[in-house]
């Protein structure tokens, strides 16, 4: 099933491509943040993107989450050492709530904006409500806390916290989110999984299926032709031919993945003519092809299966037997249509039914919801009818 293996690399491919994408676009989100709500107009763009601090804001959160959903969330699953993935979490939490404080130190890029040159001086002259300068010219030192006097208008300065709540709270966040992550992205490759081995199983049934060639319909089909041949018949050449392309089918057909619906159809002829051999003058076939001028594509060896059977069950020398095939298209849709009276001699030694139970997994598989299957069969006949909702 080589096409099919490529279109599932590409399609694998595809999704790569498409993560890629969505990790790129979610991180320049993340990254517009700061640029656009934390910086209150006081720096520019430039100005924003090349402070540390909002490197420092961003690289922890962009390492954090990716060696949560990559290293540590796998490695504690792999291993069952969930009690130091959450030590180790933790100890990572302290790390950025009391030392690194991301949050804080992007918050405090405005307060440290240079004087611009147009802005005018403040001073006392020109600043009537200004403090007037302390005693003796001496500034309090800046990185002491002052309390205002009940004559000065100045505004307190906070002073620093110990923890960055804003950061724990975005630490937990992509914490979360990267396990979220983590489990989205193990559920579609367990899914992917899933439908590989389903996809080999199907193969495997389908490969089975079409190397059902029954040995005792070889063994026949080459004595009847023999039989032609010491009567010097002319149905020789043709019947040795038919029997060269049906083989031909089996073997050719079994690395395809989908054929256009008439090599099928011929392979059907083929097969009835070849049975033909084997039947006598109490044995009659009907066989009835409409719409072939529509082309179709089909799985190969779905509709073939249901007339193998149909002479498995229904052949007899003895007895009279009845056989109807018909094969209808139409723009929208392939109709199989399978009758066959019932040898009850070959029924009762051979009740499996292994190949039309491996036909409807295929089905299944390959036509989910586009197929119609109706199976019949009273005392003296067996009816099957197969749709396709298939188009060009």
């Known amino acids: 099933m080589k096409k099919s293996d490529n279109s599932l690399s590409k399609r694998i491919i595809g999704q790569k491509q498409i993560s890629i994408l969505i990790h790129g676009l979610a991180w320049l989100i993340f990254l517009s943040f700061p640029v656009l709500f934390f910086n209150n107009g006081q720096l520019g763009i430039k100005e924003m993107l090349g402070a540390p601090a909002f490197w420092l804001f961003t690289g922890c959160f962009l390492i954090l989450f990716y060696t949560n959903a990559y290293l540590l969330i796998p ?33 405090r890029i405005g307060n440290q904006t240079p004087q611009h040159r147009n802005e005018p001086h403040f001073s006392p002259t020109n600043r009537p409500d200004f403090p007037p300068p302390f005693p003796g010219g001496n500034f309090p030192n800046p990185d002491h806390e002052w309390a205002p006097d009940q004559n000065s208008h100045r505004a307190p300065r906070r002073a620093g916290q110990p923890i960055d709540i804003a950061s724990v709270y975005i630490f937990l966040l992509t914490i979360s989110l990267a396990a979220l992550y983590r489990i989205v992205t193990y559920w579609m490759e367990t899914q992917q999984k899933i439908r590989l081995v389903e996809q080999d199983r199907m193969n495997a049934e389908l490969s089975f299926l079409k190397a059902q060639v029954h040995p005792h319909f070889l063994f026949n089909t080459l004595n009847n032709i023999y039989a032609l041949a010491l009567t010097n018949d002319d149905a020789v050449a043709s019947s040795i031919h038919r029997l060269s392309q049906l083989m031909r089918y089996y073997m050719d057909e079994r690395q395809s993945d989908t054929i256009d619906i008439k090599i099928e159809i011929q392979a059907i002829q083929d097969f009835i003519n070849l049975q033909k051999l084997r039947t006598g003058q109490n044995c009659s076939i009907r066989e009835y092809y409409t719409g072939l001028e529509y082309p179709k594509t089909i799985h190969a060896f779905v509709l073939l299966p249901f007339v193998e059977n149909a002479f498995k069950y229904g052949l007899s020398t003895i007895e009279p037997c009845q056989f109807s095939f018909e094969v209808i298209l139409t723009p929208t849709s392939c109709e199989l249509n399978v009758k066959n009276s019932i040898n009850r001699q070959v029924t009762e030694q051979h009740r499996t039914g292994t190949g039309i139970k491996n036909v409807k997994r295929l089905l299944e598989h390959f036509y989910a919801d586009r197929h119609r299957l109706t199976i019949k069969q009273d005392d003296h006949s067996f009816f099957v009818q197969l749709i396709l909702y298939i188009s060009p």
């Open 75 to 107: 490695y504690a699953i792999s291993h069952r050492k969930f009690v130091i993935y959450g030590i180790s979490i933790i100890l990572t939490g302290l790390l950025l709530a009391c030392y690194l404080q991301p949050f804080d130190r992007l918050m």
